[in-house]
C-alpha cells in the first residue's frame, strides 16, 4: 500500500508541477507565445476591489473570479501533499505563493500589482483546501485517487488547449 502511496504522491507532485508551469505563463507572461512582446506595465493597487475593478464605469467581477478559479488547484495540491498541515499553513503557502507572482509583475514591468489579485488568488486557495476537505471527509479512502485523476483530465484538457493556441497562432 505504501508503494502507492509513493507514486500517488509523485504523480501529484508532477501534475502540481505542471500546474505551476502554466500559471506561470499565463500571470508572467500574459500566455504570450515564443517572439511575442511581453505588456510593459508597472503599477500598483492597494485598494482592494477598488478601481481595478471598473471597466467602461462599471463594477466587473470577471477578472477575480477568474483569479479564484485560476488558484483552486493550488490549494487542492497543497492539502493534498500535506494533509497534516493546518488549514491555516496551507492557505499560507498559497497566498505567499500568490504574492511572489504579484510582486514578480512589478519587479519585471509586466503587469499591475492588485491587492484584489492577490485576494481572489488567496480565497481560490482556500476554496481548494476547503474542496479537499470536504471530499477528505465524503470519501476518505478515495479522495486523493479522484482528485489526482481529475487533476490528470485538467492537465490532459488545458496541455491540449494550449497546444490549440499555439497551432492557431503559429
Avoid at 28 to 53: D, W, Y
Wanted: proline letters at 5%; glycine letters at 8%; a positive charge.
Amino acid at each position: 500500500m505504501k508503494q502507492k502511496t509513493e507514486k500517488g504522491r509523485r504523480m501529484t507532485i508532477v501534475l502540481l508541477m505542471i500546474y505551476l508551469i502554466a500559471l506561470t505563463w499565463i500571470i508572467l507572461c500574459k500566455m504570450a507565445l515564443p517572439g511575442e512582446p511581453l505588456p510593459h506595465l508597472r503599477s500598483i493597487n492597494l485598494i482592494p476591489f477598488g478601481g481595478s475593478l471598473i471597466i467602461n464605469g462599471q463594477a466587473s467581477y470577471d477578472e477575480v473570479l477568474q483569479n479564484v478559479l485560476a488558484f483552486v488547484p493550488l490549494g487542492i495540491y497543497i492539502a493534498m501533499l500535506f494533509p497534516a498541515y493546518p488549514i491555516w499553513k496551507k492557505v499560507l503557502w498559497g497566498a505567499s505563493l500568490s504574492l511572489c507572482y504579484e510582486l514578480l509583475q512589478f519587479v519585471f514591468a509586466i503587469g499591475a500589482t492588485d491587492l484584489t489579485d492577490w485576494l481572489g488568488n488567496t480565497a481560490g486557495v482556500w476554496i481548494g483546501v476547503g474542496i479537499y476537505r470536504i471530499l477528505s471527509w465524503c470519501v476518505p479512502d478515495h479522495a486523493d485517487r479522484i482528485l489526482r485523476m481529475l487533476a490528470l483530465l485538467g492537465t490532459i484538457g488545458m496541455s491540449f488547449l494550449i497546444g490549440l493556441l499555439i497551432f492557431i497562432n503559429s
